[in-house]
């Protein structure tokens, strides 16, 4: 991670920015009013990586600044969550002392929850025996953490190797299974206001959903509400797994997740391409209104774009406005932007979330 300089006293400003570089960008498209919806200032981060760096005795956390080759030593964060921040520090103080514990440690990863869960996970560049698991047990009490050790094609995981979120969504609290290593929102807050946003927006679209990419079910869930059925896709075996177990942890018997590439389920429902996966299912029952797509940085592929564009409704989730603004030069060709909303997840940097919900012209 880069350093973000958190100054509160600037955040409107700072957002407003961002505001106006989204309507630039995007003026080319007949965009409706921008619905803008920001982050806590200071303590937001739930997921945070830090590179710790060795000095003689001393042992501490850097991130890095410029030219990202240059460490610059951290004795305070205010971006991460305040249950992180109350435990970095006095943990790698107790790790300094310890020389089991530092040997060769050369990152630390936090994974934490909106009411306070932790799980640390501290990685190597050694083999890891026994003597390090009983030198890090009593740090589990301590500082009540679960504690995962890392190394090259080595995993310890002390208790489990995963958190469980609740979301409230528009009074209702969803559960959610957050592994370690697999993708989350790592703004809590602002996640809550990504997902009711969505939810309003596809308010009346009707009939069944289908989605790619739909990772650990973050919009999946509180979605289906709007739809008689959900089909989701995801290549992710940890993230299926955790989708599972959060539908099942939820109550909600209307969704379908099937591990497998997003373009073989588009094969599958034009006919195309059969699949012992989704027998049973009865998809040609199905009667898929609407769309929702939440890619990665690299947007979605030409291919991709045309799948999507055979769907009255689409709801694209967007971590990159570089890549949206290029699908949408696609898309907007056959599809008329409805709504449009910009998610600070990462205040203080130049990044931003983006939701888009469009119909067929």
């Not at 999946?220 to 896709?233: D, G, I």
Request: include cysteine; proline fraction near 4%.
């Amino acid at each position: 991670m880069a350093l973000p300089r958190v100054e509160p006293d600037q955040y409107d400003a700072l957002l407003a920015t961002k505001k106006a570089r989204i309507e630039a960008q995007f003026a080319e498209f007949d965009l409706p009013a921008i619905e803008v919806f920001t982050s806590e200032p200071e303590h937001y981060r739930l997921r945070a990586e830090f590179r710790t760096w060795h000095e003689g005795d001393d042992l501490y956390y850097v991130m890095f600044d410029g030219d990202k080759r240059t460490p610059v030593r951290l004795d305070s964060c205010p971006m991460v969550a305040e249950r992180i921040h109350d435990v970095m520090f006095e943990l790698i103080e107790v790790i300094r002392l310890d020389p089991v514990l530092r040997f060769k440690m050369f990152q630390v990863d936090f994974l934490s929850t909106l009411s306070g869960e932790l799980l640390v996970s501290l990685i190597y560049h050694r083999k890891l025996d026994d003597e390090w698991v009983e030198r890090v047990k009593p740090l589990r009490e301590q500082f009540n953490i679960g504690i995962i050790g890392r190394s090259r094609k080595q995993k310890i995981v002390l208790d489990n190797d995963f958190v469980v979120e609740t979301l409230n969504i528009n009074g209702r609290a969803y559960r959610y299974q957050q592994t370690e290593n697999g993708f989350t929102q790592p703004n809590g807050h602002v996640c809550e206001k990504m997902i009711e946003w969505a939810i309003d927006a596809s308010a009346h679209a009707g009939g069944d959903l289908v989605e790619f990419y739909c990772g650990n079910g973050n919009f999946t869930l509180p979605l289906a509400q709007n739809f008689r059925r959900v089909v989701a896709t995801e290549i992710s075996k940890v993230s299926v797994r955790s989708a599972e177990w959060n539908i099942q942890e939820n109550g909600i018997d209307n969704i379908d997740v099937l591990r497998m590439p997003s373009e073989d389920l588009s094969l599958i429902l034009k006919g195309e391409k059969t699949s012992r996966k989704v027998q049973g299912l009865a998809l040609d029952e199905c009667d898929f209104t609407t769309v929702l797509v939440d890619p990665p940085r690299a947007g979605l592929d030409e291919h991709t774009v045309e799948q999507i564009c055979e769907y009255p409704h689409i709801l694209y989730i967007s971590c990159n406005p570089e890549t949206l603004h290029e699908n949408l030069q696609q898309i907007s060709k056959t599809h008329k932007l409805e709504r449009f909303a910009i998610f600070d997840q990462f205040p203080y940097t130049d990044h931003l979330e983006c939701g888009v919900y469009l119909t067929r012209r």
